[in-house]
């Protein structure tokens, strides 16, 4: 199914599906989990836009290359340009809205692919990559620095954290971004996932949210 930004209300957002711009090991947690030292600089990789997918509805993953793992994140959307060192102010401006999005990863793809030093676009890249629901108006929140994710499988919680918790926060993380590369309205921040992340299989029911402000339901096909 195609992929257009929208609100919860279903009004249409009408800028392009940029890139997405994530972060790795945001979440001091989740880096211990999968043994990885926490960066002394921000981790950052680019997905592209052709490989988001809308959560609502269902999507497929991938069966023939190994693990998918999901990454439970809070997306920004960007509806203004940021580029050149911006300050917080201007960030804070272009942010149109937040939603719970999945970053998935062919995790034993990215293990050979991180034993040898190679970049990451194999195992982070495919279609249906980047699942995104529609997003809830910027506004809404007060505090960027206390915004909640949760995914549940199956009736279990298996990530619960907090922008709080992150190693770099969201405003800042932007303007770093926005220093090294262009960001442009349409692109799509995602923050990086906190820890609990494993496989994803066929048949299984999710529920993502931002606790308080948006909660969908889906399925894996
Ligand atoms: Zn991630």
């Not at 692919?113 to 809830?136: H, Q, T, Y």
């Not at 262009?182 to 996932?193: A, K």
Request: contains cysteine.
């Amino acid at each position: 199914m195609s992929y257009q930004h929208q609100y919860v209300d279903g009004t249409r957002i009408h800028f392009p599906v940029g890139k997405v711009v994530c972060i790795g090991r945001n979440y001091a947690e989740h880096a211990k989990e999968l043994n990885n030292p926490i960066p002394s600089e921000p981790l950052l990789f680019i997905k592209p836009g052709s490989c988001v997918v809308p959560l609502e509805g269902g999507f497929t993953i991938p069966t023939d290359r190994g693990l998918v793992h999901y990454e439970a994140e809070i997306a920004v959307l960007l509806g203004k340009p940021l580029s050149q060192h911006p300050t917080e102010e201007e960030v804070i401006d272009a942010i149109s809205g937040f939603a719970p999005a999945l970053d998935l990863t062919l995790r034993d793809v990215q293990a050979g692919l991180r034993e040898k030093g190679l970049p990451w676009e194999l195992a982070k890249c495919f279609d249906g990559a980047c699942v995104l629901p529609p997003f809830i108006a910027a506004g809404t929140f007060e505090d960027v620095t206390d915004i909640g994710i949760r995914l549940t499988i199956n009736g279990e919680v298996r990530q619960d954290g907090n922008s709080a918790l992150m190693l770099n926060p969201i405003v800042p993380i932007i303007q770093h971004m926005a220093t090294h590369f262009s960001l442009q309205p349409g692109d799509v921040i995602l923050t990086g996932t906190p820890a609990g992340v494993g496989p994803l299989n066929p048949g299984d029911e999710l529920v993502l949210e931002l606790p308080g402000a948006s909660r969908f339901e889906s399925k894996v096909f």
